[in-house]
């Protein structure tokens, strides 16, 4: 069974970079798709991107151009690059894999 476990948040300056991962143990075999979720004080839980198997990427029209997901299959770790970063973009992140969750990580990002 797949446990995941993210990493990187953390409290940044309006246009500044962070990077997120998503370490996943056990076997990817069989995942389909790995995901970031979102969700901001007071708010509803948002999708932000997704990267299936194939490795074709998607993304929330709000992070598109500023947001990466990519993957390390080697090392069973999900990534989410975050540039350009914007105070709406505080909220804890989530990574998923398929219906496993992982239990989030904090990114705050002051004006």
Known sequence: QVQLVES???SVQAGGSLRLSCAASGSAFGVQTMA???QGPGKQR???????????TLYTSSVRG???ISRD????TLYLQMNSLKPEDTAIYYC???TIWGRGT????SS
């Open 73 to 76: 299959n080697a090392k069973n």
């Open 96 to 98: 998923t894999a398929d």
């Open 46 to 56: 948002e999708w932000v991107a997704s990267i299936i198997s194939s490795g074709f």
């Open 106 to 109: 904090q990114v705050t990002v």
């Open 36 to 38: 970031w979720y979102r």
């Open 8 to 10: 990187g948040g953390g």
């Open 66 to 68: 500023r947001f990466t």
